[in-house]
């Protein structure tokens, strides 16, 4: 079984108090940390733990700038066998059709079996690219998947409705699957670990070995711009409680019992 | 020219409430370019439902197969493709759903159409679609345009419009005979699979704490579970709470979990992704205790604190011990 996994760095941003950049364009991003987008970490786990079940190859995909070879080299330390970027400049400001645009280049020469993603990215979740990709390669896909079972050149999946219910299909293969975080538990990667996965090359590709040219990528080739980024207005304000913890407890103390609370 | 399709989104026999959130939406998009506002009703015997939905569109178009029995986008694409290119609407409008996020992405590039997903807010611009959406887990906002076209898609996050009717429509209904010729091949839906039958059922508890992320580590539990015992409450999650497994599905509140009404619900470092606040808009009031002071929890809470959690909850867990006894 030959896997591609196609991943994203992305900044962590759950617990930042986040600011936005004097051309309204982003959010600064300078002093922020980049990982491995959390779906897409999700999505390497089930490719390898796939490989060591059955056996195959992983590859591992990125489009971004140069950084996202440390990306890259994380997947390679998880259990990739091999690693693609495209760095190309005239890729940057790609949105998710010119994103896939690129991906499905690199991807159609390749061999595989089955292709995953993350459902979504955590900075701009569109939920596009991998839906897209599937269209342009002309496989099936399946979205917001929990659960893959791997049955000859079938495979039995689970994806995520609404509300805790889920759905099982049957898809051939192959075919296309947007991973679902809490699909599996990921494992942990050493710093050693990602530094031994120095050694393993990883192929460059840009704009001309994808066969495309500069307007059918970066911002040109997009459907999709940005206008500008703002805060999200405050619909409701809630009343900030403040002081010590012992003031504060007091207060919610008050509050529960108010408010119903049987103490 | 500005015709609006709206995705009519049924499971199991019901409509879905973002079908009249969109449809809302929609005749306000049509009224704004002169257009009409078409529900389409993709199903096997759902014609009860098209009856429901001729008080929302100008015209209801059904087309019943049953391949189309239960969701599954390989055949709905077909169908829908089929009456796009015959119909040629301006816009379409997906719920940003399970559904829809299986749906839209293929019909676009088939189609050829720009596509905006999980949109808050659409309008029309002389250049083409405009749309407001959210990025970064819902701390920020984006404007967004698409290209020009001569059609857009766009997904609509659940929520987003009223789902109250306002003018009551008289669509007629327009069967349209399935294009779907052959039995669709690659991907066959087997069966839903129920949630499992919870040991706690959060959704009949008067006092929730509930825990996120910001929890930090899974033994950070024991004490949120001290606190809830003392309040007489249980304990809930947001996703990743269960993406880790520590604690179990049937304790996240959200889209794709509960939805809870609590008297009281304590949100401990949940940053308040929509999908988590969707399942707490029947609480009565809401506390919540977050490092970040732009946490969304803090625009659907009544009362924040900008704090450590940890500093906070075993101070709390004592007060209201020692009022008890």
């Known amino acids: ?263 | 020219m500005g015709d609006v399709f709206v995705l009519a989104e049924h499971l199991r026999g019901e409509l879905r409430e973002v079908t009249f959130e969109m449809l809302n939406k929609g005749l306000k998009m049509t009224e704004d370019v002169g257009g009409e506002l078409y529900a389409i009703l993709l199903g096997h015997q759902v014609s009860h439902l098209a009856e429901q939905l001729k008080g929302w569109a100008h015209k209801v178009l059904l087309v019943d197969d049953p391949q189309l029995e239960n969701f599954n986008s390989e055949p709905y694409q077909v169908v829908l493709s089929h009456l796009i290119k015959h119909r040629r609407p301006s816009l379409i409008l997906i719920g940003h759903t399970s559904f829809g996020m299986d749906l839209a992405p293929n019909l676009a590039v088939e189609l050829g159409f720009p596509l905006i997903t999980d949109c808050i807010e659409l309008r029309w611009e002389p250049a083409g679609l405009q749309a407001t959406r959210q990025i970064y887990g819902g701390k920020i906002n984006a404007q967004v345009s698409a290209r020009e076209s001569d059609g857009y898609l766009a997904t609509v996050r659940v929520g987003s419009f009223s789902a109250e009717q306002g003018v009551r429509l008289t669509g007629e209904i327009e069967t349209i005979a399935s294009p779907l010729a052959e039995e669709i091949k690659y991907k066959r839906f087997i069966q839903y699979i129920e949630a499992a039958i919870a040991e706690v059922d959060i959704t009949q508890a008067e006092i929730i704490v509930a825990v996120g992320r910001g929890i930090g580590e899974q033994e950070n539990i024991a004490m949120v579970q001290e606190l809830a015992d003392a309040l007489g409450g249980v304990v809930a999650c947001s996703r990743p709470i269960v993406d880790k497994k520590w604690l179990p599905k049937e304790r996240q509140v959200g889209t794709s979990g509960k939805t809870v009404k609590p008297k009281i619900y304590i949100a401990l470092g949940i940053s308040g992704a929509f999908q988590h606040v969707a399942g707490i808009k029947g609480a009565g009031t809401i506390i919540a205790i977050n490092k970040d002071p732009k946490a969304p929890i803090f625009s659907v809470a009544d009362y924040g604190i900008v704090d450590d959690l940890f500093k906070v909850i075993p101070v709390l867990k004592e007060k209201v011990e020692a009022l008890k006894s």
């Open chain 1, 1 to 263: 079984m030959d896997i591609i996994v196609c991943v994203k760095r992305v900044p962590e941003t759950a617990e930042v108090d986040l600011a936005i950049e004097r051309d309204e364009k982003d959010i600064v991003k300078k002093d922020l940390v980049f990982d491995i987008n959390e779906w897409d970490n999700y999505a390497m786990e089930e490719a390898v733990r796939i490989k060591e079940n059955i056996g195959g190859t992983v590859t591992a995909v990125t489009l971004g700038e140069e950084d996202s070879r440390e990306t890259l080299r994380r997947c390679l330390a998880m259990g990739a066998d091999r690693a693609m970027i495209l760095a190309d400049p005239a890729l940057q400001g790609s949105d998710a059709y010119a994103t896939a645009l690129a991906l499905h280049q690199a991807i159609k020469k390749e061999r595989y079996d089955l292709i995953l993603t993350g459902v979504q990215a955590s900075d701009d979740g569109y939920a596009q690219v991998g839906g897209i990709l599937a269209e342009m390669l002309g496989i099936p896909h399946v979205t917001m998947v929990t659960k893959v079972d791997i049955q000859g050149k079938l495979a039995k999946v689970r994806r995520e409705l609404e509300g805790g219910l889920e759905e099982e299909l049957e898809v051939e293969l192959p075919a296309l699957f947007t991973i679902q975080t809490g699909i599996n538990e990921p494992r942990y990667v050493s710093i050693m670990g990602i530094r031994k996965a120095r050694g393993k090359e990883i192929r460059e590709l840009m704009v001309k070995d994808l066969e495309l040219t500069e307007d059918e990528v970066g911002q040109k080739g997009s459907q999709i711009h940005l206008e500008k980024v703002f805060l999200p207005p405050v619909e409701k304000e809630a009343e900030i409680i403040q002081g010590d913890p012992s003031q504060i407890s007091e207060r919610l103390l008050e509050i529960i019992k108010e408010k119903g609370g049987v103490i």
